[in-house]
């Protein structure tokens, strides 16, 4: 009678071909796991690169951010509300091996309300802001700075969103970036030079110290001041923000994303009072 067989023996050659393939597939996995690995780091590095430098006014980085703001208790019944979008490109140009020349814009577009009696609501253009400046390429005495011409063009669409005043003044920034730290300050004066005779005179000073921290994630977290000081009215404005942000990948794109909070420790009689938010959206152009 046959016998039936239940199991069949492997000879060793096959088996050593078997391990051999495992191990050649382990090594494979291994390697390709090693390169995504690498590849993750080193676009967290340039990322978070990236984001240092948006911390710095002054760096060779194209940058176009979107900032929305709103702010609140406005007006001299307390009962107005301002959204603002800020349209601010950055764009470095190089002068020479040693000199950059950047250009630093905000156009606001503006919708308030309820902001003076009687007047309703207004929606449009605001005052444009052009800053120049020089910088060095390299930091100097690890200092990075640069200073130039600050232009203020009346290009408000409304009367009420605009000061109908030309203006011209000097601007400056200093900052010290060590690890993932960055602090400095920007500063500018503004002088109106033009413009309609019967609105008031300009003599305003706008400083902004700031302080960030950057993660290697490329999360940065920061602290600023925006405070302008009114020499005709003799008033401060010192909204302090606390803000964070994110640079990330959308596509082939590189985006920044933030947002916060603001409180207006000081303002004129009829300025925004209380807390105001800020989100901001940042496409980055890396040369």
């Not at 690169?49 to 979107?66: G, R, T, Y």
């Not at 609140?72 to 091996?97: C, E, F, M, W």
């Not at 010290?176 to 602090?183: D, E, N, R, S, V």
């Not at 993660?215 to 020499?231: I, K």
Request: one cysteine or more; glycine letters at 10%.
């Amino acid at each position: 009678m046959a016998q039936s067989m239940t199991s069949a023996a492997v000879p060793a050659s096959a088996c050593r071909v078997t391990w051999r393939r495992w191990f050649v597939l382990a090594v494979r996995l291994a390697a390709m796991t090693g390169v995504m690995a690498a590849t993750s780091n080193a676009l967290a590095q340039s990322q978070q690169e990236l984001a240092k430098k948006l911390a710095n006014p002054v760096a060779a980085l194209i940058s176009v951010p979107f900032q929305f703001n709103w702010d609140q208790k406005i007006g001299p019944a307390d009962d107005g509300t301002r959204y603002q979008l800020n349209v601010q490109p950055v764009v470095p140009v190089t002068l020479n091996d040693d000199w950059n020349l950047i250009s630093r814009t905000i156009v606001p577009v503006v919708s308030q309300r309820h902001i003076f009696p009687g007047a309703g609501s207004q929606f449009g253009l605001g005052d444009t802001v052009q800053s120049v400046i020089f910088s060095p390429k390299e930091p100097v005495d690890g200092l990075t700075w640069g200073a130039g011409p600050v232009l203020l063009l009346p290009t408000g669409t409304d009367a009420l969103l605009s000061g109908r005043k030309w203006g011209l003044g000097p601007t400056g920034v200093v900052l010290k970036q060590a690890g993932p730290w960055t602090y400095g300050a920007l500063a500018n004066h503004i002088w109106s030079v033009a413009g309609s005779h019967s609105r008031a005179d300009i003599s305003a000073t706008f400083v902004q110290p700031f302080v960030s921290y950057t993660t290697p994630d490329a999360v940065t977290y920061t602290l600023n001041t925006e405070s302008t000081y009114d020499w005709e009215g003799r008033q401060w404005s010192v909204p302090v923000n606390a803000l964070v942000s994110k640079v990330t990948k959308l596509g082939d794109q590189l985006v920044s994303f933030g947002g916060g909070v603001r409180y207006w420790a000081d303002s004129p009689d009829a300025g925004a009072k209380g807390f105001g938010l800020r989100v901001a959206v940042t496409l980055l152009f890396p040369r």
